[in-house]
């Protein structure tokens, strides 16, 4: 593919933060962005032209594919029915085979089982919702987390079920749809790759990213991640092979769990694959402050067919998001030194909700990748 020009215009589906991040980072290249999203004022409404109508509206689906030359998303939870005439007709990056793959848990984890990458053990809880789990096998252990296959985010769709018994009141509190239950897995670190994949196939990744959450919402991110080489190695052949058998355009993250355990030759612990996004990631942010290109620049240019960037890292960092009324300190946030904020015009500031986040930069302790040292303990954002 000959490369978009600047002046082109990208499509964004999604108004959220992700896709603000994106059109900021398309009008410094020199794109125009047109935005499709639902809500009547959302965070990426930045953009020259907002489509507000229903991810079903396949007429207004068709309407603005007919004013971009590239269509991109920033969310999995996508209606894939109603975008199969736009994904034919439209350039449309990353592929849908990569939001249908990532957006469906238990077709995201059959997927990496068939790649050999492990996961949590899981099971699919079928339609027969009363006798659910009657035929989990006695080798799956407890406690465990009951998922809605489809729409969770922010650890919604989610409900811990202590013993077999607790699998049907699980289900009835989570509603209608698919589900799965998945052991809790007791992990030393949760982790995450950012990484590219360019258009002619070549893949760059970030360095490997530490991640708090709390309640299910990411807290905060650190780089470098607190892990050995070998893991960090293993991490990033992993995303590969996931970005590689997608034949996935674009940025995706890919969050881990990295457990004790010598299932690994190189006895650095025991790594599965929690999840993966198709998409730019909240542990991924820091890379627009901390690195020679953001991760947001990174995905226009793999979807744009140019030359990927190298993701240099030029210093350490602590990413906090800021979540409801944190939000309310900003003057405080925006007085500290070294560190950079930014807010997503969103209103009202409802608990839990992502407001904005700010990335805290030290001097570099390690150069290279995923490196093992650095511990940024003790030093407060
Ligand atoms: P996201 O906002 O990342 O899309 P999500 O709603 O898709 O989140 P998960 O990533 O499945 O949810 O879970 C959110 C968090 O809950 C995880 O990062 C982890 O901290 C915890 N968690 C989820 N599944 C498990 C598990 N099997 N074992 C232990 N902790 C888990
Ligand atoms: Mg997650």
């Not at 077709?107 to 009657?134: C, Q, V, W, Y």
């Not at 930014?342 to 290279?368: C, D, F, I, Q, V």
């Amino acid at each position: 593919m000959t490369p978009l020009a600047p002046g082109a215009k990208i499509g964004i589906l999604g108004g959220g933060q992700l896709g603000r991040m994106i059109a900021l980072a398309a009008a410094r290249l020199g794109f125009g962005v047109h935005v499709f999203a639902p809500e009547e004022a959302p965070p990426a409404a930045i953009a020259a032209k907002h489509y507000r109508a229903s991810y079903q509206d396949e007429a207004a689906l068709k309407r603005f594919a007919e004013g971009v030359d590239l269509i991109t998303y920033e969310m999995e939870h996508l209606p894939t029915d109603s975008l199969r005439d736009l994904a034919e007709s439209a350039l449309f990056r990353p592929s849908l085979r990569s939001l249908e793959t990532a957006r469906h848990r238990l077709r995201e984890k059959e997927f990496l089982s068939a790649l050999g990458i492990p996961t949590a053990p899981f099971f699919a809880l079928g339609a027969g919702r009363l006798d659910a789990g009657r035929d989990i096998p006695r080798s799956f252990r407890f406690p465990a987390i009951v998922k809605n296959c489809l729409g969770g985010y922010d650890g919604r769709g989610q409900r811990v079920a202590r013993d077999r018994g607790e699998i049907v009141g699980a289900l009835s509190d989570l509603g209608e749809g698919e589900a799965l239950i998945e052991e809790r897995v007791s992990f030393r670190r949760e982790i995450s790759v950012l990484a590219a994949r360019g258009a002619d196939g070549d893949f760059r990744a970030y360095d490997v990213v530490e991640n708090c959450h709390r309640d299910g919402i990411l807290r905060e991110s650190r780089v470098p991640a607190r892990i050995g080489l070998a893991v960090a190695a293993r991490a990033k052949r992993w995303t590969r092979r996931i970005a590689e058998t997608l034949d996935h355009i674009g940025v995706l993250g890919v969050e881990f769990f990295l457990c004790d355990g010598d299932s690994d030759s190189d006895g650095e612990g025991a790594l599965f694959v929690n999840e993966i996004a198709p998409r730019v990631h909240n542990s991924g942010h820091w890379t627009m402050d901390a690195c020679a290109v953001g991760q947001f620049e990174q995905h226009l240019r793999a979807i744009a067919g140019w030359p990927l960037a190298e993701p240099v890292r030029f210093a350490d960092v602590r990413m906090v998001n800021l979540l409801g009324d944190d939000v309310e300190s900003w003057r405080d946030f925006a007085a500290r030194r070294g560190v950079c904020l930014h807010l997503y015009g969103k209103e009202p500031a409802r608990a839990g909700r992502k407001m904005g986040h700010m990335t805290a930069l030290y001097p570099l302790s390690s150069g290279g990748s995923g490196g093992s040292g650095g511990s940024l303990g003790g030093r407060g954002g």
